[in-house]
């Protein structure tokens, strides 16, 4: 590295503290001439006065150095961390300095890919760190905590001994003539107990990969339905916040809105949309196409309904193809009934929901406000459609519940996870496992099949170089651009 790099590395904004981070060999040198202390103790807080200038008398700010020595240091090179007055000017301030002193701006991750490229951590670890700073919940902090801590790194290591062990084997019998080479039952023994553990192992780690990285990623829900069934006041209403325009012009949402919501443990991205329907405008058909590919990803639809609005072909297509992960809720039944008879139902049960649903059919019926292909679609479905009048606020927290419910079920449902298994944090991870797997798997076969030595000496070599690959001994620059442009500025 010819230049040096710097960063914010506390969060952008006003802050009672901002940290900027600077690298580059003897970068002590550089920044010595600017501050008013000599002779810096590595590792040692010192406060010091930073100039404008070498003349020392512009001062930019009164703050905290830390100063990291060479390997010592997060990333493998002198570093200094400057601890500034939180203000956007004195920031503004470092960063000329710097620059005029042939500094540039990190790239993001770029501090933690030469920690990876120094040998300071493995490339689980730079995984683990970015996961770490992301995680929205308590699991997928103590996971990330787990493989930042080697616990992955070092089950790796000793599957990577334990291939080295088996491998020697088949490499030593390929030295010689099949009739010199006898090995003892115990050593055999040994092999076959090396194959079963590892591919033991392995399975159980990949067993429970979908659950681990489900951790370290959202749910996906999305409001879906016509237009003017009130999706937009639903959405605010989750919110608690008047982010998405909510109006009785029908496709006021063109596309989409998203935002982030939390239920309990769960950590959720919304989605309003635009009503789904026929439509001969230009954008709006972009915009529906692009809500069903939303709808076609989503871990769960809120199809709304309202006792006022049409149900066409579209939407019961949408209702067909998407069953199993929807739930209907028929807004506005504040239209049929009083307040007062509402209100009554206020505390219903859970169970004498189908009731409430039966009414309000019958009410909608009396007021000639369905037509026939709406009136067979509640009359089918009524067991799982839940009257709800956002105006009223009434049965909104029914449907948090069952949302809740549903995510909480479709995360359980490829239960029979162990935790201790938890160490897959992402899609690359689990390829590669996937990958090194199936070569001991081979591996074994073809062993078992004896006499093709040979092509367990080659699986066992390949399975070898995808756990480098995973930990990132082998890479290439795509590689690390591709994980590493994914992390914070200045991390
Ligand atoms: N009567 C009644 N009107 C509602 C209710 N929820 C929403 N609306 C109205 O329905 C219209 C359409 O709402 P909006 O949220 O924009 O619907 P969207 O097109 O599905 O996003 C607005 O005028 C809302 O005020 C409700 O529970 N009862
Ligand atoms: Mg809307």
């Known amino acids: 590295?010819?230049?040096?790099?710097?960063?914010?590395?506390?969060?952008?904004?006003?802050?009672?503290?901002?940290?900027?981070?600077?690298?580059k060999k003897n970068v002590l040198l550089d920044i010595s001439k600017f501050i008013n202390k000599k002779n810096i103790k590595p590792r040692y807080a010192t406060l010091v006065n930073l100039y404008k200038d070498k003349e020392k008398i512009n001062l930019i700010d009164n703050c905290i150095l830390l100063y990291f020595e060479g390997n010592r240091s997060y990333c493998g090179i002198d570093t200094i961390e400057l601890y500034l007055h939180g203000s956007l000017f004195i920031i503004k301030e470092v960063f000329n300095l710097l620059d005029s002193i042939g500094y540039r701006e990190a790239e993001p991750g770029e501090f933690t890919k030469l920690a990876l490229i120094n040998g300071k951590i493995d490339l689980i670890q730079a995984e683990a760190i970015n996961n770490l700073i992301n995680s929205e919940n308590q699991k997928a902090y103590e996971n990330s905590l787990k493989n930042l801590d080697k616990e992955f790194s070092n089950r790796l290591k000793i599957y990577e001994e334990k291939i080295l062990n088996i491998s020697s084997f088949f490499e030593a019998s390929l030295e010689y003539p099949e009739d010199d080479f006898e090995v003892d039952e115990g050593y055999l023994k040994r092999i076959e107990d090396d194959f079963d553990f590892l591919i033991d192992e392995i399975s159980n780690i990949l067993k429970n990969s979908d659950s681990s990285i489900r951790l370290h990623s959202k749910f996906n829900v999305v409001i879906a339905g016509p237009t003017n069934s009130g999706k937009s006041s639903l959405f605010n209403t989750?919110?608690?916040?008047?982010?998405?325009?909510?109006?009785?012009?029908?496709?006021?949402t063109r596309d989409y809105i998203e935002s982030e919501?939390?239920?309990?443990?769960?950590?959720?991205?919304?989605?309003?949309?635009?009503?789904?329907?026929?439509?001969?405008?230009?954008?709006?058909?972009?915009?529906?196409?692009?809500?069903?590919?939303?709808?076609?990803?989503?871990?769960?639809?809120?199809?709304?309904?309202?006792?006022?609005?049409?149900?066409?072909?579209?939407?019961?297509?949408?209702?067909?193809?998407?069953?199993?992960?929807?739930?209907?809720?028929?807004?506005?039944i504040d239209l049929l009934f009083t307040k007062d008879e509402i209100l009554k139902t206020k505390n219903i049960e859970k169970t004498k929901k189908n009731q409430d649903i039966e009414k309000v059919i019958g009410k909608m019926k009396e007021l000639k406000l369905t037509e026939r292909v709406f009136e067979e679609f509640l009359l089918e479905n009524h067991n799982n459609i839940i009257p709800i009048s956002i105006e009223m606020n009434y049965n909104i927290d029914l449907i948090e519940k069952m949302l809740k419910d549903k995510l909480e079920k479709s995360y359980e449902q490829n239960k029979e996870e162990d935790e201790s298994y938890?160490?897959?944090?992402?899609?690359?991870?689990?390829?590669?496992?996937?990958?090194v797997l199936k070569y001991i798997k081979d591996a074994q076969v073809a062993y078992k099949n004896k006499g093709l030595y040979d092509i367990s000496a080659e699986c066992l070599r390949n399975a070898y170089l995808k756990i480098n690959e995973l930990t990132g001994k082998e890479y290439t620059e795509e590689l690390l651009e591709s994980i590493f442009s994914k992390f914070c500025l200045g991390k």
């Open 1 to 23: 590295m010819s230049n040096g790099i710097y960063a914010l590395a506390s969060g952008y904004g006003k802050s009672a503290i901002a940290v900027v981070r600077i690298t």
């Open 238 to 252: 989750f919110l608690k916040e008047d982010r998405s325009i909510v109006s009785d012009i029908h496709g006021t």
């Open 261 to 332: 919501l939390t239920l309990g443990n769960l950590h959720i991205s919304i989605f309003d949309t635009a009503g789904i329907r026929d439509s001969e405008d230009k954008i709006e058909k972009i915009g529906i196409q692009r809500v069903n590919k939303l709808i076609s990803e989503a871990d769960i639809i809120i199809f709304l309904l309202s006792v006022d609005c049409i149900l066409d072909k579209k939407l019961l297509e949408l209702f067909e193809n998407n069953k199993s992960k929807i739930i209907v809720a028929l807004n506005k």
């Open 422 to 435: 938890f160490f897959i944090q992402t899609i690359r991870q689990k390829v590669l496992i996937e990958q």
